[in-house]
């Protein structure tokens, strides 16, 4: 059962006045801000924390720099791409332009063929 029920309003006054003196004691025993264990743990935690955001940084600057080893790969292949699609066109063209020679040149031998007959 409960143990509140049996106590009459004086003990449950002391009780709860004994209960927070135990939490204001708990609490002043613990140590300053000044106290030099506070002040390792401190320091101790700034070290990780700046460890934290020098291996950020690290990270950061290594994907920036792929990003921008990625891109300087991207527009290389892109002017080789177009480099290449220029030297198929002309060559196309040369292809086109012998070939058409080529023709002219049937056609006339043809023609002076048939001249020939006549």
Known sequence: MNGMKNKDFGD???????????MTAKFLQRPGYDDPAVADRRAARAAVS???DARLAEREAARRAENERLTAEREFLAIEQE????????????SQARLEIERKAARDARYAARKARK
Do not use: G
């Open 12 to 22: 449950r006054l002391s009780a709860a006045k004994s209960a927070k003196q135990a």
């Open 50 to 52: 700046a460890a934290r």
């Open 83 to 94: 480099a290449q699609a220029k030297h198929a066109a002309a060559e196309k063209q040369e």
